[in-house]
């Protein structure tokens, strides 16, 4: 396994890839307290090219892939719990706004952007982005959108489902899928961005988002 692992250190750098038991840690206290089986490694991928290349290595080496966001979930989603063995890929680094565009009234952001960070963004741009909770401090837009997050003010603006315009994932293939799509008026076919949203990292890991902003209240 050292080999495989001298690999995706080459690949990802030193800093994005942990194993030793006292760094791993804190990716492995997940607030249910579920007992949670020792990963071979954490993967901190910087950028989507990245995630793709973290999950081309967990196939190649049979990894269970068990992707984490901000870990405020209560289910024990996002620690891996199998026997088998796994990997976890935790988007903590990618925290980029990548696009605030005022006259699409649009954000996109990296999927580890905590999700305070994108309302305060927002906020910044004059404009408002709903999604309230009270996990809103550590979880991440990528998670809230992998869980379909409700929170406050779901009767008035909808889940998280409702703010999102596209999404960029990785499949569990390594292959990236570009679905950023800024259009609001998109009548073009399927919608398979909502296939991904609510299937909390079974059809793949969520990278990126185009969000709706709208007029603050
Ligand atoms: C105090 C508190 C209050 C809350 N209140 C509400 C509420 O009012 N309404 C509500 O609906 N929810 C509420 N929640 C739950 C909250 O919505 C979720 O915990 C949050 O959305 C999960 O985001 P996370 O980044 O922490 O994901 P994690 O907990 O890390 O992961 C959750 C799941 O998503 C998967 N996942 C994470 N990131 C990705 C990704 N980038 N791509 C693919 N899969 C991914 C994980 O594998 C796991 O299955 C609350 C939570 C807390 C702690």
Not at 147 to 159: D, E, F, H, I, M
Request: proline share 5%.
């Amino acid at each position: 396994m050292q080999e495989a692992l001298d690999q995706i250190i080459a690949t990802l750098g030193h800093k994005a890839v942990l194993t030793a038991p006292r760094d791993m840690e804190k990716y492995l206290d997940d607030l249910q307290g579920v007992t949670v089986t020792q990963p071979m490694a954490i993967l901190r991928p910087a950028n989507t090219d990245q995630v793709a290349a973290a999950v081309k290595w967990c196939r190649a080496n049979n990894l269970s892939i068990v992707p984490q966001g901000g870990l405020t979930g209560l289910t024990g989603a996002a620690v891996p719990t199998a026997p088998s063995p796994s990997a976890i890929i935790a988007l903590e680094r990618m925290n980029a706004i990548r696009e605030v565009d005022l006259d699409n009234n649009s954000m996109t952001v990296d999927a580890g952007v905590v999700l305070s960070k994108v309302q305060s963004s927002a906020k910044q741009a004059g404009r408002y982005f709903p999604l309230h909770h009270g996990g809103q401090d550590s979880s991440q837009i990528g998670g809230n959108l992998a869980t379909n997050a409700g929170g406050n003010n779901a009767l008035r603006y909808g889940t998280a489902r409702d703010q999102v315009l596209g999404l960029e994932v990785v499949l569990p293939d390594g292959t990236i899928w570009n679905g950023l799509r800024k259009l609001r008026k998109n009548t073009a076919g399927y919608d398979l961005k909502h296939l991904f949203i609510g299937s909390e990292g079974t059809l793949g890991l969520i990278t990126g988002a185009v969000l709706k902003l709208g007029a603050y209240p």
